[in-house]
């Protein structure tokens, strides 16, 4: 085989719910994942060593040496393989970069899935998503897909019925955000506050509403407990969150560590109302309609 394609959803996090500061600097938390059809594509050519190319919208945002996570991934798969092996990269960018959207761990579950491929290695799905794992917490969702509940770092996965497909609409925003600078704003607030961090729990209301397909609820329960970290850094976020509900979002919430904004969207038709409406109004420059859950890295 000479070239392996394979197609990558961004996340979207339903519930972000983050425990207190543990000594080890991470948090606990109950991540709720939720794949939607923002796809980039990886595809794996032979070659003598691990390369990387990156093309498409934010492609110069991406470190293209050993910091590219595809890069990283395709290195942790020879080393478990326990051979020297090479591959081409190219990763076609569509998911926003540093955009809360897990493309950096999209990209890496791609690698994984192509060059395993590629290098007729065969190894299970089990296997990849212990290589996962180690390379980052959102990595492992990336290779599997649909809705799943994260606990621990988010790394551990229990998958999630849904009852139907959920419309969303994405409002990109310029320039990135640091997961950790906003976990360190959220620590910061928090610390601010005095109040005790309680234990992260799982939302039933959320649950039930995922696996009942139910929009209108699904939109009350969303949460996340970087939000407020997220626009303490980015103000100007409010007003596109709040343009998003009078334009009848049954939902709207930062993704994950932001700045993308997320709206739960009633159908499909609406999605693409919303979308048109958030950008003709100003409140976003560019907003993409998307629906969820899909399937996780795939070979196309
Ligand atoms: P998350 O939602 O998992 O917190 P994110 O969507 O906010 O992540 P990413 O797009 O994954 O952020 O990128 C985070 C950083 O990782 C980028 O600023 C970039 O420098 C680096 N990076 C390394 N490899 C990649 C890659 N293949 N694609 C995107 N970013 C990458």
Not at 79 to 97: C, M, W
Request: charged share 15%; with cysteine.
């Amino acid at each position: 085989m000479s070239s392996v394609t394979v197609r990558v959803p961004a996340k979207v996090n339903v519930q972000l719910s983050v425990g207190p500061l543990r000594e080890d600097g991470y948090h606990d938390l109950v991540n709720v994942f939720h794949a939607v059809s923002i796809f980039d594509e990886v595809v794996a050519k032979e070659s003598e060593s691990i390369t990387v190319q990156v093309n498409g919208k934010w492609s110069d945002q991406v470190p293209t040496d050993d910091g590219n996570l595809a890069i990283r991934a395709a290195r942790a798969l020879a080393k478990h393989a326990g051979r020297t092996y090479g591959a081409d990269l190219v990763i076609q960018k569509e998911i926003p970069v540093a955009g809360g959207m897990a493309g950096g761990s999209a990209d890496a579950a791609g690698a994984l899935v192509a060059c395993n491929e590629l290098w007729g290695l065969g190894l299970p799905f089990e296997d990849l998503m212990e290589i996962a794992g180690d390379l980052g917490s959102d990595v492992p969702f990336s290779l599997l897909g649909g809705t799943a509940v994260g606990t621990g770092r988010g790394e551990q996965l229990c998958e999630l019925p849904t009852g139907g497909t959920f419309h969303w609409v994405f409002a990109l925003a310029d320039g990135g955000l640091s997961t950790a600078s906003v976990y360190a704003e959220c620590d910061r607030l928090r610390a601010a506050s005095g109040a005790e961090v309680p234990w992260p729990q799982l939302n039933d209301s959320l649950m039930e509403a995922l696996g009942t397909g139910d929009a209108y609820a699904l939109g009350a329960h969303l949460s996340n407990d970087l939000q407020a970290a997220a626009l303490n850094l980015r103000p100007e976020l409010a007003p596109t969150l709040d343009s998003g509900r009078q334009h009848g979002a049954l939902g709207a919430i930062v993704s994950g560590s932001g700045p993308t904004c997320a709206f739960l969207a009633i159908d499909a038709t609406h999605a693409r109302d919303l979308a048109l409406s958030l950008t003709t109004t100003g409140a976003a420059h560019t907003a993409v309609a998307a629906h969820g859950p899909v399937q996780g890295a795939t070979l196309v």
